[in-house]
């Protein structure tokens, strides 16, 4: 796009990218939120507190560590899923002992 018809357009493509980045911040915080470990943790941990204070019962605590113990795996296993996927090679690169030396030549 020219820089006349980018100017022109404004009214028009100016709001409309104004909003896609204000979404795409929305969503980087609210994946911000709930990959949050230590949210979890914390979470985790008041729960522990309320138990032994006698607030919940025996089964509620069990119920809760579940379910929070669960989240934290996912989370986890996300990040690993992605750590992968950054770290992995590609299949389309070659490394030397995949050139036969004779072809070289």
Do not use: C, W
């Not at 990218?17 to 204000?22: Q, S, T």
């Not at 980087?28 to 979470?43: M, R």
């Not at 985790?44 to 113990?69: C, K, N, R």
Request: glycine content about 6%.
């Amino acid at each position: 796009m020219g820089l006349l018809s980018g100017l022109l357009l404004l009214p028009v493509t100016g709001p409309v990218y104004g909003l896609k980045f204000v979404l795409e911040q929305i969503q980087a915080q609210v994946d911000a939120q709930l990959l949050d470990e230590n949210q979890v943790i914390a979470s985790l941990m008041a729960a522990g507190l309320q138990h032994e204070m006698g607030e919940i019962s025996d089964e509620e605590y069990a119920s809760q560590e579940a379910e929070l113990l669960e989240q934290l795996n996912a989370i986890r296993a996300y990040k690993a899923s992605v750590v992968e996927a950054e770290i992995a090679p590609d299949d389309a690169e070659m490394t030397y002992s995949d050139i036969d030396e004779g072809d070289a030549t």
